[in-house]
């Protein structure tokens, strides 16, 4: 599942107008659009990233027109050692742009917090993604381009998702439909923008594929602002007395949230199949995989559109199998499904192992049947994983912190991007077989240390009725 998106914030107040589109406020519809073309524009951008370096910015006639890019290789060889060649430079690159969008909202719900409020905030994250996007139509600001772009959606992507629960008063019922049509909105955009800025990139030039980005970018801006007298109010808290009141946490809450973040390194190694599908696997799957069909070649950039409109089937199957396991028997905790889900990730980079002998054997491309492997293992272990990972922090959390925890639950992807960067650096060093067999063993690894984590933190990882003590008596559990 190439998405991994999730919408979190607090209701808190209720709708600042009355009026309605199909059961719903009018500014879910806005906030829907906004974020729609905002995944378009960064999903667009994403698909792109890795081909562009390796086989385009990065070449001898392009890498000298690039300002400061001597600085900017060597933080990243700062991170990751040497790196020789496009190929080690370009994947590292796109791992590191995976996991700084999962560090960056943490800077922007806070100002937004503090100082600005979320409309504002919201709508300088969108000024800098515009100017971050159009500026990679130019070879020498490439650099003062990711940087926008990092900072843009540090202010966007959080805040923008707040605003949707903020809509609604506490115990309004329609939250739920509203997320999942929020949600909707980015899938969507997930398999259109690989297709739609793949195509102009690869077949036309790289500079009209991020100007389409752009444009995106700038369309999300125009609904956004549009809507703004239908969007909730700003409400900045302050820095002390927020929560009057409000019970300190005790030292049953402190070891939850150590134990949460215990998981987190656990949780980035199961995702690494999945976050290397913008990295390494678009440049394996670039060189290996036969991608020309009745003498029309389709852009490699077209395999994230593929991983998503199989994500969606897997994760509804996924869904609908627990419904059914639970009529019939009682269904895993959490943590054992993400163990499960775990499990199955790691078998999804073998098909990519064994490909990759097949194409050493026979010297020639593979078939896209090995990708379709790859995706649909891939999808139904990461929709055992993400979601319920996700669903796992939020009803441990100590109550009050809820928000805080999920946003710390979001820091497992960004380790995972890290991870997933030095791991594509060194595609080009490693035999093919190898180096998705090291992925699925690290999977698998991350897996199984998870199960014994599963029976070690039991009393605390567990729901409450599954955790009885001598007497027989439930043992508390913190709640979501």
Known sequence: MTTAESAGGEAEGLPPTEKQMLGQPVGLWYLVFAEAWERFSYYGMQALLALYLSKYLLLPGHIEHVLGFGVFKGALEGMYGPLA?????????????????????????????????????????????????FLMAFEASFVFAILCLFAGIGCFKGNIASQVGELYGPNDPRRGSAYQTFLLGVQIAVIIAPLVCGFLAEEIAWHWGFGAAGIGMTIALVVY?????????????????????????????????????????????????????????????????QLTFFGFKIPTSSLVSLDAFISTFTMAGVLMFWRWYGTKWKEPDEIFKVVIGALISCAAPLMLAFASAQAAITGER????????????????????????????????????????????????????????????????????????????????????????????????APTDAVEGESGEPQAAPAG
């Open 85 to 133: 060649t496009p190929l080690a430079i370009g994947g590292a690159l796109a791992g590191v742009y995976s996991a700084v969008v999962y560090l960056t909202p943490i800077a922007g719900g806070f100002i937004a917090d503090r100082f600005l409020g979320r409309t504002v905030t919201v709508t300088i994250g969108a000024l800098l993604m515009v100017l971050g996007h």
């Open 225 to 289: 602002l549009s809507g703004r007298k239908y969007l909730p109010p700003d409400r900045m808290r302050v820095a002390s007395g927020e929560k009057k009141g409000a019970a300190p946490l005790t030292a049953r809450d402190w070891k939850t949230i150590g134990v949460l973040i215990l998981l987190l390194p656990l949780l980035a190694l199961t995702a690494l199949g999945n976050q290397e599908i913008f990295a390494a696997y678009l440049l394996w799957g670039d060189q290996h995989f």
């Open 366 to 461: 593979v078939s896209l049947a090995w990708g379709f492997g790859f995706h649909i293992i891939n999808d139904v272990g990461f929709a055992m994983v993400f979601p319920i990972g996700l669903a796992l922090f939020s009803r441990v959390s100590p109550k009050g912190i809820t928000g805080v925890v999920i946003g710390v639950y979001y820091l497992h992807l960004f380790l995972c991007g890290l991870a997933t960067g030095k791991l594509a650096s060194m595609l080009g060093t490693m035999s093919g077989f190898s180096f998705w067999l090291m992925h699925a063993a690290l999977i698998a690894g991350g897996g199984l240390a998870m199960l014994v984590f599963a029976f070690v933190f039991r009393g605390i990882l």
